[in-house]
Antibody, heavy 123, light 108 residues
Framework: EVQLVESGGGLVQPGRSLRLSCAAS????????MHWVRQAPGKGLEWVSG????????GYADSVKGRFTISRDNAKNSLYLQMNSLRAEDTALYYC????????????????WGQGTMVTVSS | DIQMTQSPSSLSASVGDRVTITCRAS??????LNWYQQKPGKAPKLLIY???SLQSGVPSRFSGSGSGTDFTLTISSLQPEDFATYYC??????????FGPGTKVDIK
């Protein structure tokens, strides 16, 4: 079964750090680009970051650039999101999503999604 | 950066109705436009990619059209399971993927 399982969310104080993980199974992980997408409570979807199959191409939303770092370990079939200097506005459900392409290039779509891990930034 | 807008932001419809949702990009994105469906408490689901290609397993009552800056998602005959929020997404910008604000479809 094709599956993505996120973990690592929780309650964290503003300014602190958190690392999210996404475990992939049921498909050849290193054939595809991967992404993080978040959704604040009651709000829409916001693309956060994406990484190509070989980590050679990485992109970030302006809202997280310089604070978040995406990475992947193909040997462990895992995707990560290191989140530093967290703010209240980073409070959201964070989804891991699989791209239909290998390079997070033009034309990709997100065909497999995890169930998300909740991050709450509050003092 | 490419901005995406959707209209309407919400609509009420009845089972059997034909429903059309519009998505507009702030600049031409060719046909690099995807549509997703999200039900409450669930992860989004890919419906349409490349503006008009139906994702495997998605019912044929869903269709997409458009190119350039203007796109539409049409549900030909609304079913009870189609009440959800629909998002468009541009995949034109390399390594940057922007979602529209969403359109909520609920029961009239």
């Amino acid at each position: 079964e094709v599956q993505l399982v996120e973990s690592g969310g929780g309650l964290v104080q503003p300014g602190r750090s958190l690392r999210l993980s996404c475990a992939a199974s049921g498909f050849t992980f290193d054939d595809y680009a991967m992404h993080w997408v978040r959704q604040a409570p009651g709000k829409g979807l916001e693309w956060v970051s994406g990484i190509s199959w070989n980590s050679g191409s990485i992109g970030y939303a302006d809202s997280v650039k310089g604070r978040f770092t995406i990475s992947r370990d193909n040997a462990k079939n895992s995707l990560y999101l290191q989140m530093n200097s967290l703010r209240a506005e980073d409070t959201a459900l964070y989804y891991c999503a699989k791209d239909t392409k290998s390079s997070s290039s033009r034309g990709g779509a997100f065909d497999i999604w995890g169930q998300g891990t909740m991050v709450t930034v509050s003092s | 950066d490419i901005q995406m807008t959707q209209s309407p932001s919400s609509l009420s419809a009845s089972v059997g109705d034909r429903v059309t949702i519009t998505c507009r990009a702030s600049q031409s994105i060719s046909s690099y436009l995807n549509w997703y469906q999200q039900k409450p408490g669930k992860a989004p689901k890919l419906l349409i990619y490349a503006a008009s290609s139906l994702q495997s397993g998605v019912p044929s009552r869903f269709s997409g059209s458009g190119s350039g800056t203007d796109f539409t998602l049409t549900i030909s005959s609304l079913q009870p399971e189609d009440f959800a929020t629909y998002y468009c997404q541009q995949s034109y910008s390399t390594s940057i993927f922007t979602f529209g604000p969403g359109t909520k479809v609920d029961i009239k």
